[in-house]
């Protein structure tokens, strides 16, 4: 089975600032994608930024990046230049490859509140 | 491009009753997927249909079942609920051959 941690429950940075969010995982397979989602207030799940692992370039989407460290089984999530816009719960996920790339389940980790303050 | 909508919004039940949720995929999609959310917690994953069928199951009772229609639309039924039923249940839709999925608003369930 796989686990996904998240150890920094809550997080706070400052407008224009940058930051970035921890997330371990646990796997046995070689094989699998890993996700950064954002729930914001409004409650729907959105997608920010995912990886593949068989990539070793780090996935990057305008102002997210990812350092993925596949032998620490580390992926970070670093945000850049902060808008208000990004305060929400951010959930990092693994999904173990279904070989053909077909979908499969996702795991969360627990959460990281990010306040995004004036 | 309509994204994936779920039905209704919000829900109060007593304990013991049953309930249907509703999901309408994302257009184009034809793999559906259904997540239980506890308050201040990640999702889990309940179950996954494709071609009308129950593909994957999470650690979740039998009390939880689903279905899936022709048109890809989902349905997640609850028999017997519980006090710890109460949730946020998000529906997340993808397209077989892509390993993407994209999440609708989810339906906020009470069990009183």
């Known amino acids: 089975a796989q686990t996904v941690t998240q150890s920094q429950p809550e997080m706070s940075v400052q407008d224009a600032e940058t930051v970035t969010l921890s997330c371990t995982y646990d796997t046995s397979e070689n094989n699998y994608y890993l996700f950064w989602y954002k729930q914001p207030p409004s409650r729907q799940m959105i997608l920010v930024i995912r990886q593949e692992a068989y990539k070793q370039q780090n996935a990057t989407e305008n102002r997210f990046s990812v350092n993925f460290q596949k032998a620490a089984k580390s992926f970070s999530l670093k945000i850049s230049d902060s808008q208000l816009g990004d305060t929400a719960m951010y959930f990092c996920a693994f999904m173990k490859s279904g070989g053909t790339g077909t979908a499969s389940k996702l795991t969360f980790g627990t959460g990281t509140r990010l306040q995004v303050t004036l | 491009d309509a994204g994936v909508t779920q039905s209704p919004t919000h829900l109060i039940k007593t304990r013991g009753q049953q309930v249907t949720l509703r999901c309408s995929p994302k257009?184009?999609?034809?793999?559906v997927s259904w997540y239980q959310q506890a308050l201040g917690q990640g999702p889990q994953f309940i179950f996954q249909y494709y071609e009308e069928e129950e593909r994957q199951r999470g650690n979740f009772p039998d009390r939880f079942s689903g279905h899936q229609f022709p048109n890809y639309s989902s349905e997640l039924n609850v028999n017997a609920l519980l006090l710890g039923d109460s949730a946020l249940y998000l529906c997340?839709?993808?397209?077989?051959?892509?390993?993407?999925?994209?999440f609708g608003p989810g339906t906020r369930l009470t069990v009183t």
């Open positions: 997340a839709s993808s397209l077989r051959v892509n390993y993407e999925q994209y």
């Open positions: 257009s184009g999609h034809d793999t």
